[in-house]
């Protein structure tokens, strides 16, 4: 239920963001989901492709590092309130949310949320039954 | 205006005097520092061997290594009874370089630093604004005992919080400032921040040094504060600050040769060069007590200017510093290898041996120092703020080793240029 999150490192200078994801491209990868963390020296993607193995192999083949993540995707209604329904949902389990970031496209008519929490596993038991968890094929093909 | 009248001897009285401490100081060494017997013993040397200042070339050379090598205390030739005061220059623990003074060394280095204050025109009616760090550096505490020599009035004000240091300065009357020539530049563009001309203060004169500057700095430093600006030398080992100073001609630093001997010399043969000539510095102290130095290498380069001063001191002069010999930098008055910054990114699991450090001098600034660092497949954190901790943790360890403050940056795989043989780590873009 988990979904593999790859998360790069680069340097925040101009055009750099530009030629790491041009990588990806020119590898026929789709990406679904993206968020840059910055600060002012340097810059974190994080990103959900259709191919993360193939996406690590192309990035590290030009010495980039890159790292995988667990992340949970959750589909949230696409209402006002929609997003609160659910993160009420991990408060009151006592989940922290370190992070969290929307994929591209909706799902049927429901968005899809990313959520980064410290026990990826340990979370989805805590959650499955009240909220609408995706599996990771099923954010690749959204 | 001299402060002693030892500023003007002539040459003849200069050398017997010279010879007359060196036959002391060679005898005292031998005497009561192991390592110095050791040495001269290896050397085939006995004290009766040197009888004048002539002779000051047939003795072996000291280095910074030696002074490691027999950290803290082993080069010492009097007693810790006798031994009133310690220094260090910065540097990791094991590496530190240790000093100390017998009180006549405090009072000798005293007088020469007064030297130097009257050289800026100083009388005992000057308020000097003391803004050299206080502690382990000689800086702060040598000016201060000079000052007190003098009779003049210090302000123990040491560096940091520009503004504060303005206000001083006006409401207390200073009239001579002594800290980095960097730092006066600082200073000077805080106080036109704050909407002070120089014409509110009464400042007309400056003693700098700690580090390299120019005579561009020393323009521009004159310039923003309306005063003459003095160029002064020291190094620890010797003494701290005061081993040599321009006067007002502000042409070369005259050596008090009467307390220290000054050779230039080849650093490569250790063959000494005429005057005149560009080489190594190396010193021989000839009435200190505590840590006596005999031929200690400074890895300064630089020359004598030969020829005599028209302020009527007799003590040559030497040019103000070229470079290094070694790949030491001096960073707002600190010195720092870059051996001991590696030596901190090595011991922080995950570091990779790939770093650069990029030394820079913003205009009117103070020297900043960059570590760049390649972030490694161990290092990478998906969160930002692991990485800026792993950052912070770095900036940390480097400031509590080497006693100065830099900015850790990372930086991707290889993307520091990797070179054959040494490599060049350090890039200095300072316009001094």
Known sequence: ?142 | MFYSKEEALGQAELESLQSRRLIETVRRVYDNAPFYKAKFDEAGIKPADITSAADLNRLPFTTKQDLRDNYPYGLFAAPMSEIVRIHASSGTTGKMTVVGYTKNDIEMWAALIARCLVMAGATKNDVIHNCYGYGLFTGGLGMHYGTEKLGATVIPVSAGNSRRQIKIMQDFGSTILTCTPSYALNLAETMREMGISPEQLKLKAGIFGAEPWSENMRRDIEKMWGIDALDIYGLSEIMGPGVACECMEKHGLHVFEDHFMPEIIDSKTGKPLPDGESGELVFTTITKEGIPLIRYRTRDITRIIPGKCACGRTFRRIERLSGRTDDMLIIRGVNVFPSEIEMVLMSVEGVEPHYRIIVDRAEHGMDTMEVQVEVSDRLFSDEIKVLEALSTRIEKEIHSVLGVAVTVKMVEPRSIPRSEGKAKRIIDKRKI
């Open chain 1, 1 to 142: 239920m988990k979904v593999m999150q790859l998360s790069v490192f680069l340097e925040n200078r101009e055009g750099r963001l530009a030629e790491a994801v041009g990588l990806v491209a020119e590898a026929g990868i789709n990406i679904r989901a993206l968020s840059l963390a910055e600060t002012a020296d340097f810059g974190v993607i994080r990103m959900i492709v259709d191919t993360p193995d193939k996406a690590i192999t192309a990035l590290k083949a030009k010495s980039i590092i890159v790292k995988t993540t667990d992340v949970i995707a959750v589909e949230v209604e696409d209402k006002p309130g929609g997003l609160k329904k659910v993160l009420d949902v991990f408060h009151s389990q006592g989940i922290n949310i370190e992070y969290m970031y929307a994929c591209v496209e909706k799902n049927n008519s429901n968005a899809v949320m990313l959520l980064r929490v410290e026990n990826p596993e340990a979370a989805l038991e805590k959650v499955k039954d009240k909220v609408k968890i995706l599996k990771a094929e099923e954010v690749y093909e959204i």
